[in-house]
C-alpha cells in the first residue's frame, strides 16, 4: 500500500533516560528499596522524558523518538510489548515489579540473562522463548508516551525494536533451537500490524523500527526472511510511515531487500560503516526516506562538519529525501557539556556530548537546506576546533612509541602453561578447589562518604587513604573469617575500573558528570582518551601490599586489562585501536613487574571486555582477535613463571571467542557462567582449554542469597567439565554493587559448598 508522510529533515535515533545527574538511578533503587511509592518513581521518569521531548523540539528537531525511555532496558521492554516475559515472573501480580523481578531477580526467581548490545559497553535482557510461549500485544506503555508527547506539540515518532532483532537476541529454551526461534517471526507479524494501526491512529506520523541486526552477518535465507517481513508490515491496511533504523555498521547485503519493500525510511550509520557508494549502489533508495546517521552516537568528539556536509551532499542525489540524523541512540554519550566545568579548554573544545550532537544535526540540517553559507560560523568553529587538536603535542610521545618499538616477539611470551603450574603450586601452596573473589567488595556508605569528602575539600588525601586502609583491613579480616584461600584488598579506593586507572594514565581525561547508563541503575562515566598513554607512577602497589601485610594468605593484586579501558573509554578516533591498546597494555604491564617485586605472588589482569569489541562481521574478527590477544600477553608477559596470572570476562556470550580465551594463556580465568548455567565451560572443552578456569558458581545481579545446595549443585556441574586440580571456585563477577550482609551469606554458603564437594 502507498501511505502518505512528509519527510522530516533532522532527528536522533534515541535518547538517554537515567537523567543528566541520574535520577532515574535514584529514583528506581528508592523504589526498590521501599523508600517511596511506583506514583514516585513514575513522576520522575515523566519530568526526565517532557523535559527531553520539549528540549528536542525546541533544538529545531521535526521528528522526535518517542518510546526509547525504560526503566531498566528496551528490550525487556519489547519483551512485555510481546507478551514474552518468562513464565517463572507470572505470579507476580504488580506489572512494575513483575517488570523488574524479570530484570533483577528475587529471592524466588531468577533473573533474565545479561550480555553486551553489540559491541557496545550497554548490557540488554535475554528474552527467553520456548515452545510454550504465546505472543500477545501489550502497547500500553508506548501508546501513553506517544499521547504524552503529542500533548506537549511535539512531532513525535515512535520508536520499537524490530522483529528479526527481537528474536535473533532472544535466547531460545532447551526444548528449542535458535533456528527455530527466528522462524517464530511469523507469529509476531501480526502483532507488528496491529501495533502500526494502533499508532496511526493515536496520531503517528512516522514509526521507527529498530532492526540493528541487519548489520551482522546474515545467511541468505535470514535476508530473505526481513524482506518477507518488511513486505507483510507494509502492506498494513491502516499505519503510519515505516522508517527502519539499522546502526553500528554497515548492513552490507541487507541494505537492497529491505530497500525492495514498501518501507517509506531508512536509516543507516554513516560513521560505523556504511559508505556512499553503498547507498548509490541500490537503486530503490530514490523513492525512499535516508535518513542519513552522519554525527557519531558512540563516541565523543566532534564532528567535522565539513565532511560530514560533504557526505550529505553526494547522498542527495542516491535517495527520494534526505534527513540528517545520530548515528544510533545518544543512549551511549553523556547528556551535555555544560557541567564540565573542569576539563581541559583544548580538550573541552574537541568535544561533543549530547547536546553538542543534538546542534549538530540541527547544524547539518540547516546546511544541507539553507546552504553551507548559511551555517559558514560553525563550519569554522568546527575546523579551528580540529586543528589545535591535530597539532597538540599530548598526541605524541616519542618516548612511548619509542618503547613499544623496540619491543620484539618475546615480550608477549611466557613458558609452558605446565611449566608455570608446577612453579606455582610450589609458592602458591593451595587446596584443591580454591576460593577466592573477583576483586571489588561493597563499596559501603563510609567509602561513598570519604571519596565526596575529599572531593569537596573536607579532608585531605592522608585522611582519605587512612579511611581506605580501614576498609581494606576490614575486608581481609571477613575473607579471613570466611576460610576464602586467595584473598583481594576489595578495591576501596575506586570508583570505578576502567576510571581509576585512566585518572593516573597520561593521555586519559575524566569527567565530573559524563554519566552513561550501563545497565538498569548501573551508570559509568568513561574515560577519554585523548593522546599517547604513559603510567608516571604505580598505581596499585601501595594497597595491595598493605592488604597482603595483613594476612599470611595470598593476596590478588587487581588490574584492569587493555582491552576493557579501551572498551570502556571514549577512544581516540586518529589512530588504529589496536595502537592505543598496546601503549594501554605497555602501562598494565610496567605495573605488573612492580606488583611482583613488591612480593605479591598473583595478579589478576581483568578482561571483562573482550568479546564486546568483537567486530559484528566475521571477516573483521581475526584481526581485532589478533591484536586483542596479544595487548593482553604484553600487560602480563613481563613476570616471571612463579607469578599467576589470573584474569576475568564477563557479559557476553563466548562462543566465538574461545580461542581467543585460551590464547590470552592466563593463568586462571575466571568466566561469567552463573545465568548461563556453565554452558560456557562445554565451549571451552570443545576449544581443548587446559588452564585454570573459574566459572561463577553464582549470580551476583540478582538480589538473593544463592543456598549452599544450589552453589554444590552448580560445582558439580563444573566438575563434570573440568577436573577439580584446574577449577577454581568463585562468584561471577566483582561485589560492589551488593550489600555486606548479603554478601558475607553467599561467600558462607559457598565456602560451605566448596566444604561439601572437597
Given at each position: 500500500m502507498t501511505v502518505s508522510h512528509t519527510p522530516f529533515t533532522a532527528t536522533v535515533l534515541g535518547l538517554p533516560r537515567v537523567g543528566p545527574r541520574r535520577e532515574l538511578k535514584r529514583a528506581t533503587e528508592s523504589y526498590w528499596a521501599g523508600r517511596i511509592a511506583a506514583d514516585d518513581l513514575h513522576v520522575v521518569a515523566r519530568d526526565l522524558r517532557r523535559a527531553q521531548l520539549t528540549e528536542l523540539h525546541s533544538a529545531g528537531m521535526d521528528s522526535v523518538p518517542v518510546g526509547t525511555f525504560s526503566y531498566y532496558d528496551q528490550m525487556l521492554d519489547t519483551a512485555v510489548l510481546l507478551g514474552a516475559l518468562p513464565p517463572r515472573v507470572a505470579g507476580i501480580a504488580d506489572d512494575l515489579d513483575r517488570y523488574f523481578a524479570a530484570a533483577r531477580g528475587t529471592d524466588s526467581v531468577e533473573p533474565l540473562e545479561m550480555t553486551k548490545w553489540f559491541d557496545t559497553n550497554y548490557h540488554y535482557l535475554v528474552p527467553e522463548i520456548d515452545a510454550d510461549t504465546v505472543f500477545a500485544l501489550h502497547p500500553q506503555k508506548l501508546l501513553a508516551e506517544l499521547d504524552e508527547a503529542r500533548e506537549l506539540g511535539v512531532p513525535a515518532r515512535p520508536v520499537v525494536i524490530g522483529p528479526i532483532t527481537f528474536l535473533k537476541l532472544a535466547k531460545a529454551a532447551a526444548d528449542q533451537s535458535g533456528g527455530e526461534v527466528l522462524d517464530r517471526v511469523a507469529e509476531l507479524i501480526p502483532l507488528y500490524v496491529d501495533l502500526l494501526g494502533r499508532l496511526a491512529a493515536a496520531g503517528a506520523q512516522w514509526v521507527q523500527i529498530d532492526e540493528p541486526v541487519l548489520v551482522t552477518d546474515l545467511s541468505e535465507q535470514e535476508i530473505a526472511l526481513v524482506r518477507r517481513t518488511y513486505i507483510e508490515l507494509a502492506a498494513a491496511a491502516d499505519r503510519p510511515a515505516i522508517l527502519v533504523a539499522t546502526y553500528f555498521g554497515s548492513t552490507g547485503p541487507a541494505l537492497a531487500a529491505?530497500?525492495?519493500?514498501?518501507?517509506?525510511?531508512?536509516?543507516?550509520?554513516?560513521?560505523?560503516?556504511?559508505?556512499?557508494?553503498?547507498?548509490?549502489?541500490?537503486?530503490?533508495?530514490?523513492?525512499?526516506?535516508?535518513?542519513?546517521?552522519?554525527?557519531?552516537?558512540r563516541n565523543v568528539w566532534r564532528t567535522d562538519l565539513d565532511r560530514a556536509l560533504a557526505t550529505l551532499g553526494e547522498l542527495r542525489g542516491a535517495a527520494g529525501s534526505l534527513a540528517v540524523s545520530s548515528s544510533c541512540s545518544l543512549l551511549h554519550v553523556p547528556y551535555g557539556l555544560a557541567a564540565e566545568t573542569a576539563l581541559d579548554e583544548h580538550l573541552r573544545s574537541w568535544l561533543s556530548f549530547g547536546a553538542e550532537k543534538i546542534v549538530e544535526v540541527q547544524v547539518l540540517a540547516a546546511g544541507i537546506g539553507k546552504g553551507a553559507d548559511s551555517i559558514e560560523y560553525r563550519l569554522t568553529a568546527a575546523r579551528n576546533a580540529l586543528a589545535v587538536r591535530a597539532q597538540d603535542p599530548r598526541l605524541h610521545d616519542p618516548k612511548v612509541r619509542a618503547r613499544l618499538d623496540a619491543l620484539g616477539p618475546e615480550s608477549i611470551r611466557r613458558a609452558s602453561a605446565a611449566h608455570r603450574r608446577e612453579l606455582q603450586a610450589e609458592r602458591l601452596h593451595l587446596p584443591t578447589l580454591p576460593t577466592t573473589t573477583i576483586g571489588s567488595y561493597p563499596q559501603t556508605a563510609a567509602i561513598r562518604l570519604a571519596r565526596a569528602a575529599l572531593g569537596?575539600?573536607?579532608?585531605?588525601?592522608?585522611?582519605?587513604?587512612?579511611?581506605?586502609?580501614?576498609?581494606?583491613?576490614?575486608?581481609?579480616?571477613?575473607?579471613?573469617?570466611?576460610?576464602l584461600d586467595v584473598l583481594v584488598h576489595g578495591e576501596p579506593e575506586r570508583n570505578d575500573m576502567v576510571q581509576y586507572f585512566a585518572e593516573q594514565l597520561d593521555g586519559f581525561a575524566a569527567t565530573e558528570h559524563g554519566w552513561v547508563q550501563s545497565y538498569g541503575t548501573r551508570c559509568v562515566r568513561p574515560p577519554i582518551l585523548f593522546g599517547d598513554v604513559a603510567r608516571p607512577a604505580a598505581m596499585t602497589v601501595d594497597w595491595i601490599t598493605y592488604a597482603q601485610s595483613l594476612t599470611k594468605k595470598p593476596v590478588k593484586g587487581m588490574l584492569t586489562g587493555p582491552v576493557t579501558i579501551l572498551a570502556w573509554s571514549f577512544v581516540r578516533d586518529d589512530q588504529p585501536l589496536g595502537d592505543s591498546a598496546r601503549q594501554v597494555a605497555l602501562a598494565i604491564r610496567?605495573?605488573?613487574?612492580?606488583?611482583?617485586?613488591?612480593?605479591?605472588?598473583?595478579?589478576?589482569?581483568?578482561?571483562?571486555?573482550l568479546r564486546e569489541l568483537l567486530p559484528l562481521r566475521a571477516a573483521d574478527q581475526p584481526a581485532y582477535l589478533e591484536w586483542s590477544v596479544n595487548a593482553f600477553r604484553l600487560a602480563t608477559s613481563g613476570v616471571a613463571d612463579?607469578?599467576?596470572?589470573?584474569?576475568?570476562?564477563?557479559?557476553?556470550?563466548?562462543?566465538?571467542?574461545?580461542d581467543a580465551i585460551a590464547g590470552l594463556d592466563a593463568d586462571v580465568t575466571s568466566i561469567k557462567a552463573a545465568r548461563s548455567h556453565m554452558e560456557v565451560l562445554d565451549d571451552l572443552n570443545a576449544a581443548g582449554f587446559d588452564l585454570g578456569v573459574g566459572p561463577g558458581v553464582y549470580d551476583i545481579h540478582s538480589p538473593r542469597v544463592p543456598s549452599v545446595e544450589e552453589i554444590t549443585a552448580s560445582l558439580r556441574a563444573a566438575l563434570k567439565a573440568v577436573p577439580a586440580e584446574r577449577l577454581w571456585v568463585n562468584p561471577d563477577c566483582g561485589l560492589k554493587t551488593r550489600g555486606t550482609a548479603e554478601v558475607t551469606a553467599s561467600l558462607r554458603n559457598m565456602v560451605a559448598a566448596v566444604k561439601a564437594v572437597r
Open positions: 529491505l530497500a525492495d519493500t514498501p518501507v517509506e525510511g531508512i536509516a543507516l550509520d554513516f560513521v560505523s560503516g556504511s559508505t556512499v557508494s553503498e547507498v548509490a549502489a541500490v537503486p530503490a533508495l530514490a523513492s525512499k526516506l535516508l535518513v542519513a546517521g552522519v554525527v557519531d552516537g569537596k575539600g573536607e579532608i585531605d588525601q592522608a585522611e582519605y587513604r587512612e579511611r581506605m586502609r580501614a576498609e581494606i583491613a576490614d575486608v581481609v579480616a571477613l575473607q579471613e573469617d570466611l576460610g610496567d605495573e605488573t613487574v612492580d606488583l611482583q617485586a613488591a612480593g605479591i605472588g598473583i595478579v589478576q589482569v581483568d578482561e571483562p571486555a612463579t607469578t599467576q596470572i589470573h584474569t576475568h570476562l564477563c557479559y557476553s556470550e563466548f562462543g566465538e571467542v574461545i
